[in-house]
């Protein structure tokens, strides 16, 4: 339960990423990039561990999602520079 659970969170945050954060970015190929990466590491964690896709979001990934609402813009920034923290420990998962 406890793995099943750390990959839906995982799996919504990079959602939450590609929906909310870079959805506010200018149009460019930068963006298409990084959105493209985005889905690969999506599919390369589904491929590590099966679990069932949860339609329901997580208490953390709620409240991250309404303090990035809450902060407008200034909330692009923040997601933006959390990036270093979230993209290794979502290596790291998949690495294991």
Same mark, same amino acid.
């Given at each position: ?8 969170? !995982? ?25 493209? /990466?985005?889905?690969?590491?999506? $599919? ?7 679990? $069932?896709?949860?339609? !329901?979001?997580?208490? /953390? ?30 290596? /790291?998962?998949?690495?294991?």
């Amino acid at each position: 339960l406890c793995l099943q659970t750390n990959c839906s969170v !995982r799996d919504q945050l990079l959602s939450f990423y590609v929906k909310n954060v870079f959805n506010h970015l200018g149009v460019g190929s930068d963006k298409l990039y990084v959105i493209s /990466a985005f889905q690969v590491l999506q $599919a390369n964690m589904n491929a590590c561990l099966p679990c $069932a896709p949860s339609t !329901r979001l997580t208490s /953390a990934v709620k409240k991250i999602k309404k303090t990035f609402l809450k902060l407008g813009e200034k909330g692009i920034y923040k997601a933006i520079h959390e990036l270093d923290i979230l993209l290794p420990w979502i290596q /790291a998962y998949i690495q294991t």
